[in-house]
């Protein structure tokens, strides 16, 4: 059993689908999109988002960031007025309503702090992350938060790992890590001697309960 466990966010512990997350925003200011058009319109937003989000420190640097990847999103998706409704979502960073929390999240990181766990964010994000966790509400159950933009490297890049394994005090082969992406998450832990974990929070034979069975 793993004495430490390392977490990805996006995908994982908050869901990054547009439908699970935008959807239900749109339809709740009655905008209007084209929902057909997704799969293209999402790839040109989240290539923008990883191609730009290691620069995105700040504050007003995350925001502008997540401004440009909403419009290029809400541009796709044909909807009117895109800068404005981005500038909307932007503004609605600190609503807990903007961050969809996945299922059994607190369920389970609340299960393996009783059990004794040291628990890390290790997840490809911009510099909001930590405090976008104490927004909605997960940030009481790391002992750490490893990010991307923080430490200057991304998964499958080793070093964000190593920076991990560091701060944990963790040899890799005590540590399991929980993420969506099979090449940053799986081979880019694998590569250290961590132990992949890869979920689908939205699919019950895949979700984060999980990983109760090995931590």
Do not use: Q
């Amino acid at each position: 059993m793993a004495d430490t466990v390392f977490f990805d966010v996006g995908g994982t512990l908050i869901l990054a689908n547009p439908l699970d997350w935008l959807k239900p925003i749109l339809d709740r200011w009655e905008v209007a999109a084209d929902w057909r058009r997704l799969p293209e319109a999402g790839v040109r937003a989240f290539d923008y988002y990883n191609r730009h989000h290691l620069e995105a420190r700040s504050l007003e640097e995350a925001l502008e960031l997540w401004y440009n990847t909403d419009r290029i999103l809400l541009e796709g998706l044909g909807v009117p007025e895109a800068e404005a409704v981005a500038e909307k979502l932007v503004a609605a960073w600190s609503d807990p309503e903007t961050w969809r929390v996945a299922p059994h999240a607190h369920e389970v990181l609340g299960e393996l702090k009783k059990r004794g766990r040291r628990l890390l964010v290790v997840s490809n994000w911009d510099g909001l992350l930590p405090r976008v966790l104490e927004v909605v509400g997960l940030d009481g159950y790391f002992d750490d938060v490893v990010v991307s933009a923080l430490v200057g490297a991304a998964k499958p890049d080793p070093r964000i790992f190593t920076a991990a394994l560091e701060r944990a005090g963790s040899p890799p082969g005590a540590v399991v890590h929980v993420g969506d992406e099979p090449e940053a998450d799986g081979a880019g832990a694998a590569a250290l001697g961590i132990k992949p974990l890869l979920v689908n929070p939205t699919d019950p034979e895949r979700d984060l309960r999980r990983v109760l069975e090995v931590a």
